[in-house]
């Protein structure tokens, strides 16, 4: 399975737009990308999932390069709510019945 | 759609005892459902893959006798921690994957054990 980095930590203000980057140098080619927010005491949420290009939806954008060994979360105008921790997996589509491997993900607190 | 549901949200039990949590796809039916711990501060870590009408397939350094894994219908899976001790208090979460051509899990609200 494909390992994840991202930064530990990210601070940001209300208003502004984040972007946590997250590297997967060995991605294989049914690999996709897939990222989860989670709030204290509660499970994952889904947030977006891409496998090339980029890809937004109503809560996020997801930007990812040609040679995907890397991809980006983008959260436009953070709110206080936003804070939480946001990680980044990457999984073989096709393979089933495989669980997706969780890293250390990334702690986002939003500031007033 | 997609909703995955846990019971109870919360338990207390005394050291000794066992204790089993539910997990329900409300509304798919899931073939395979997870199952992962989480202690505070920390990510979520794999403890096994239940499939549907087969045994569990459990991850490097889970007891399998210690936590029982059962997935008796497509919308059901079940975690028994057995004789739990102080060490098993965790937050325990469970996911399942809408389908199988896809690798998107949906993860329920978790359970909180906490063993005295």
């Known amino acids: 399975l494909a390992k994840t980095t991202q930064p530990i930590s990210m601070d940001s203000y209300e208003g502004q737009e984040v972007n946590i980057t997250c590297s997967h140098n060995?991605?294989?080619?049914?690999?996709?990308i897939t990222w989860y927010q989670q709030f204290p005491s509660q499970g994952p949420r889904f947030i977006i999932q891409?496998?090339?290009t980029k890809v937004t939806n109503e809560v996020a954008s997801l930007f990812i390069p040609a040679d995907r060994k890397s991809s980006t979360l983008s959260l436009p105008r953070v709110s206080l709510s936003d804070t939480a921790v946001y990680y980044c997996?990457?999984?073989?589509?096709?393979?089933?019945?495989?669980?997706?491997?969780f890293g250390s993900g990334t702690r986002l607190q939003v500031q007033p | 759609g997609a909703v995955v549901s846990q019971h109870p949200s919360r338990v207390i039990c005394k050291s000794g005892t066992s204790v089993k949590i539910e997990c329900r796809s409300l509304?798919?039916?899931?073939?395979?459902m997870f199952w992962y711990r989480q202690f505070p501060k920390k990510s979520l870590m794999l403890m096994a893959t239940?499939?549907?009408?087969?045994?569990?397939?459990?991850e490097q350094g889970v007891e399998k006798d210690k936590f029982l894994i059962n997935h008796a219908s497509l919308t059901l899976s079940t975690l028994t921690v057995t004789s739990a001790h102080p060490e098993d208090s965790s937050f325990y979460i469970c996911?399942?994957?809408?389908?199988?051509?896809?690798?998107?899990?949906?993860f329920g609200p978790g359970t909180r054990l906490t063993v005295l």
């Open positions: 996911s399942a994957k809408l389908a199988e051509s896809t690798d998107t899990q949906y």
């Open positions: 060995n991605i294989a080619t049914n690999d996709y």
């Open positions: 891409g496998y090339k």
């Open positions: 997996l990457v999984g073989d589509a096709h393979t089933g019945r495989r669980a997706l491997t």
């Open positions: 509304d798919f039916q899931a073939t395979t």
């Open positions: 239940s499939n549907e009408g087969s045994k569990a397939t459990y």
